[in-house]
């Protein structure tokens, strides 16, 4: 991964009055194939504050213009404290005035003029922020498997409404990075794409009251039918191991035709897919949806995973991507959907052998 060329999201904060030289900012990063995030491409459905509050956090730098308008400025100054306080990487850029408050330790590019800034605004610079950024992220915590299920949903939706392209003009330079990385037993995909169906009593077998949970089944087949829908336009790179000591034969069975039914569908659909099957997965479930959000999870249980952590600090979620490659890398030879499913079919009795008896 080359992240010396990476398209990192930037989010330029300024006052109405500077919009011009905002303006010129914008231009500067798309010129260096960033991807500048500015209230101008904001889709309509969503309330000011919260789409601004989601933009920062999911930023990879905060960039202010600071000048004798915009640091009297209630709002930008907001902004400011708001990035600061989710640890996002700023680079204040200021015609004459500097921050203040927490913002003021920052170090900020000083000019009279855009023309003296704008040449500071250099990949390099950039590059350094973000990359030497420890790992400070923030990140909320879901204990139990319902509240890991919903807070996987509502990244998901999330996504949908803030992953837009940042360059209406070339809208291929817009594309967000937005590839699917799962690594687990199972994993999502060897959930039934809908609630309804045979296939959820197999699926827990020895555990039959799970099979008639109507709610959670809905929920479990809403985040299938959402990773799908990532792993489908921008491809996935799975690493699995599809057998657990605690599940029956049956219940393990159930999953791998699920999951080949997943792949069926990725072959059908020519979408860019890689799967490894390694032991190593069973080291813990790990999703990471683009460079928008990772999930990992430590605690296997037979309805799903337990303690798990989620994050969308983007420098976070760009770090657990490197090491996601290396370990996806050292996991040797991948195989495409088609080649993955008669391996399965080859393997199935070994992993289904070494699950319990009903």
């Given at each position: ?84 306080g989710r640890n996002v990487p700023v680079l204040p850029l200021s015609l004459g005035p500097m921050p203040d408050g927490m913002a003021g330790a920052l170090h900020a590019e000083v000019g009279k003029h855009m023309d003296d800034l704008l040449p500071r605004l250099t990949r390099e610079r950039i590059n350094g922020l973000v990359e030497g950024r420890p790992g400070i992220g923030v990140y909320e915590f879901a204990d139990y498997t319902d509240s890991r299920t919903a807070a996987i949903i509502g990244h998901c939706q999330e996504l949908e409404r803030l992953a837009v392209p940042q360059h209406p003009q070339q809208p291929e330079r817009g594309v967000q990075h937005r590839r699917l990385r799962h690594r ?175």
């Amino acid at each position: 991964m080359d992240l010396t060329k990476y398209p990192y999201r930037v989010f330029v904060s300024y006052a109405d009055e500077d919009r011009p030289d905002a303006s010129r900012i914008v231009s500067r990063l798309r010129d260096l194939d960033l991807q500048p995030v500015w209230d101008q491409d904001n889709p309509g459905g969503w309330p000011f504050v919260e789409l601004t509050k989601k933009h920062i956090a999911h930023s990879h730098l905060f960039l202010p213009l600071l000048t004798n308008r915009s640091v009297q400025s209630p709002w930008v100054n907001h902004e400011i404290g708001f990035a600061v306080g989710r640890n996002v990487p700023v680079l204040p850029l200021s015609l004459g005035p500097m921050p203040d408050g927490m913002a003021g330790a920052l170090h900020a590019e000083v000019g009279k003029h855009m023309d003296d800034l704008l040449p500071r605004l250099t990949r390099e610079r950039i590059n350094g922020l973000v990359e030497g950024r420890p790992g400070i992220g923030v990140y909320e915590f879901a204990d139990y498997t319902d509240s890991r299920t919903a807070a996987i949903i509502g990244h998901c939706q999330e996504l949908e409404r803030l992953a837009v392209p940042q360059h209406p003009q070339q809208p291929e330079r817009g594309v967000q990075h937005r590839r699917l990385r799962h690594r687990a037993a199972f994993g999502s995909f060897s959930l039934p794409a809908s609630p309804n169906g045979e296939i959820w009593k197999r699926r827990y077998d020895g555990e039959p009251w799970r099979a008639i949970d109507m709610p959670k089944k809905k929920a479990l087949s809403k985040e299938r039918q959402l990773l799908e829908q990532q792993a489908t336009q921008f491809g996935c790179d799975l690493v699995l191991y599809p057998s657990l000591p605690h599940l029956t034969s049956v219940a393990i069975a159930a999953r791998i035709e699920i999951l080949q039914s997943f792949l069926a569908s990725m072959h059908q659909s020519s979408a860019a897919v890689r799967v490894i099957f390694d032991e190593s997965a069973l080291g813990g479930n790990v999703l990471i949806v683009g460079d928008w959000f990772c999930a990992d999870s430590m605690t296997p249980r037979a309805d799903g995973y337990r303690h798990t952590t989620l994050t969308s600090h983007a420098p976070t979620v760009l770090d657990r991507i490197v090491w996601y490659e290396q370990m996806f890398d050292d996991a040797g030879k991948w195989l495409s959907a088609y080649a993955a499913i008669t391996w399965l079919d080859q393997h199935l009795d070994a992993y289904a052998g070494k699950g319990t008896e009903g």
